[in-house]
């Protein structure tokens, strides 16, 4: 399958084939996928969301307007697709699509995920960035970010605090599949606003479809929803969190579905097991290009110093703010590959992995309790959910996300 050039894949030579082979040459494991799998994932990156996009071509991008065309979607949202009488037939289909349940959703396994991510809570945003950060490197993802100013500049924290609002919407119990909640709501948002950015991306001189295929493709979607699942599921036992083989493979489910709201498909390669979305991840990343140059730096040096100290901050607001800056440069050191971080001008890691690593028997000894007692669980997920809203709310000034498809490209 011939793809985009910047996805360099089957690797040549290289580290990462080294391993591979001698991996599967002591354990009979390989660390890549299928050539069916593969061929499908890089078609993906030249493949979109075609429901969403004909209602934002016709709405949003057309003579209605976005302004208007909001009020039309959350109108639906509100009352129901049948009581808006004006509603295209594009906008109907997206409705129906959004709607149904998949055949593959099991609805107690997107809950059980959903609960995962209720225990890892600021964690998992902390650790999903690092993560993201370390990906910076390639152009397929660090140009639209780049371009549309999501993580980028003085954008960098805000934007992240737009995503932690969704976050937290999606995983309240029972949120993500009851119809007309607040996170379902904005995972439409989010939909619309991906269509949009997509478009003018696409559109952008700057942007080279035959090196990068589609901006925000459903292959890059797709290893979003991997960075959300089984990446932390495995990192964040550095820091105590024991999840165990039932609960990742629950979160795995539970992202698939967050996905399907946001308009990821991925029909024929999503993962099944923890195992193979291990082998997508190690695709991508040995299928490398490194071609992001300063759009890349941008936004990796945007990032934690988006959460030092304000001049405006003082006493106790000061140190608050001190201690997530501090946080969140641990974060990045420890799950932002090491040769990927030398790349760049970034804050000390040391007294960030410290603050860290002091929480760990804390977590350890909850995660073990928690297993013994159900009713600790369920505290234990409230008290984190409380505190990651607290925290948004402290770090936003109480400013509401708004998930805008119509804002301007930076340049």
């Known amino acids: 399958m011939t793809g985009p050039s910047a996805f360099r894949y089957p690797p040549a030579d290289g580290g990462r084939l080294r391993l591979r082979?001698?991996?599967?040459?002591?354990?009979?494991?390989?660390?890549?996928?299928?050539?069916a799998t593969a061929d499908r994932f890089i078609a993906g990156l030249n493949e979109g969301d075609p429901v969403a996009e004909r209602f934002v071509a016709e709405t949003y991008h057309g003579e209605l307007g976005a302004r208007k065309a909001r009020d039309l979607v959350e109108r639906a949202q509100r009352d129901g697709i049948d009581r808006v009488p004006e509603a295209p037939a594009s906008m109907r289909a997206l409705f129906d699509e959004f709607e149904r349940l998949p055949d593959w959703a099991d609805p107690d396994l997107v809950e059980e995920g959903a609960a995962v991510w209720r225990r890892w809570a600021y964690a998992l945003?902390?650790?999903?960035?690092?993560?993201?950060?370390?990906?910076?490197?390639e152009g397929w993802l660090a140009v639209p970010l780049s371009l549309s100013g999501g993580y980028a500049g003085d954008r960098a924290l805000h934007r992240y605090l737009e995503t932690s609002r969704w976050w937290i919407e999606v995983c309240r119990p029972g949120a993500i599949l009851t119809p007309g909640s607040l996170g379902r709501n904005i995972s439409l948002h989010v939909r619309i606003m991906h269509v949009s950015v997509r478009d003018r991306v696409r559109k952008h001189p700057e942007w080279n479809a035959e090196r990068w295929g589609l901006p925000i493709s459903?292959?890059?979607?797709?290893?979003?929803?991997?960075?959300?699942?089984?990446?932390?599921?495995?990192?964040?036992f550095l820091l105590g969190h024991l999840t165990t083989p039932r609960e990742m493979r629950a979160v795995l489910h539970f992202n698939r579905y967050c996905g399907h709201l946001v308009g990821v498909r991925c029909d024929g390669y999503f993962p099944e097991?923890?195992?193979?979305?291990?082998?997508?991840?190690?695709?991508?990343?040995?299928a490398r290009s490194y071609d992001s140059a300063d759009n890349g730096t941008e936004l990796v040096e945007s990032f934690v110093p988006a959460f030092a100290p304000k001049p405006t901050h003082t006493g106790l607001q000061r140190i608050r703010a001190h201690y997530h800056y501090r946080v969140q440069a641990g974060y990045l050191g420890l799950y932002m590959l090491p040769w990927n971080r030398s790349r760049y001008r970034l804050p000390s890691v040391l007294p960030g992995i410290a603050l860290l690593l002091l929480r760990f028997p804390l977590i350890v000894a909850l995660e073990v309790a928690r297993r013994v007692s159900p009713a600790l669980d369920r505290r234990w997920q409230r008290w984190n959910l409380r505190r990651w809203e607290r925290w948004l709310v402290w770090q936003s000034s109480g400013k509401a996300a708004a998930f805008e498809a119509a804002a301007p490209l930076r340049r």
């Open 21 to 35: 082979n001698r991996v599967r040459r002591l354990t009979g494991f390989d660390l890549l996928p299928p050539d």
């Open 125 to 137: 945003g902390a650790l999903g960035n690092a993560g993201t950060n370390d990906t910076y490197t």
């Open 218 to 236: 459903q292959s890059a979607m797709l290893l979003t929803l991997l960075g959300g699942s089984v990446a932390p599921a495995f990192g964040l």
């Open 273 to 286: 097991t923890v195992a193979d979305a291990w082998r997508i991840l190690f695709m991508a990343d040995a």
